[in-house]
């Protein structure tokens, strides 16, 4: 069953790849390529103060390490379009997504149930318009949800605190997961010093990644 998982997690992300020319929803996806402009030529300490964004560094770091790639290969090696290096972020993470629904899913039911769910997830024509189509950061930041539910679930607390900073630290909205992972924590008895290795992992990763953001004045 789980061959099927690959085979199917595969064919779609060549899909996605083929199908991420169409539908590109330009406003956005210019704004991701002038930011990723801004950071590489001016540098994390001046973004900030140069650049026209209301991305938090989360993203940023996104389109840099992308804007980096996209420039070396177009550069060095050959043609890639802007569509797809600037949507292949949320193309990546929709097929993670697929790989944590499938494991978390496959805890409480059979490999067939959950490979269906999976299935239902990846044919969803919402996330393909959002990530494949719009090159929308959604899926980046489902994938941090979905990944905190994981490692809370495996008991594995420190990496909880770490994928909800990440995704804190990307888009706001992750801290409505918060309650529900710690509702999570208490019912599997955490200890007050799992608990506060939680927290301190959760706010000094977020704090951490606005700090090469500083310019003397606008941390």
Known sequence: MKNKLWVALSLRFILRIFLSRYFSYYPDLNTYQFCSLDVIRYGLGK?????ISDYLPGYIYVLWLFGKIYYFINAKLFYVSVELIYKLPSIITDILNSLLIFFLLNK???EKKALIIVLLYLFNPVF????????QSESIVTFFILSSVYFVSNKNYSMTGLMLAL????????ILAMPFIILSM???KVTKNE????FLIFFAVYVFAFIPFNDKANL
């Open 47 to 51: 973004f900030y103060s140069v650049a």
């Open 108 to 110: 409480k039911l059979s």
């Open 128 to 135: 393909l318009f959002d990530s494949t189509f719009w090159g």
């Open 167 to 174: 995704g804190q630290v990307t888009k706001p909205i992750i």
């Open 186 to 188: 208490i019912s599997q």
């Open 195 to 198: 608990f506060l290795k939680f």
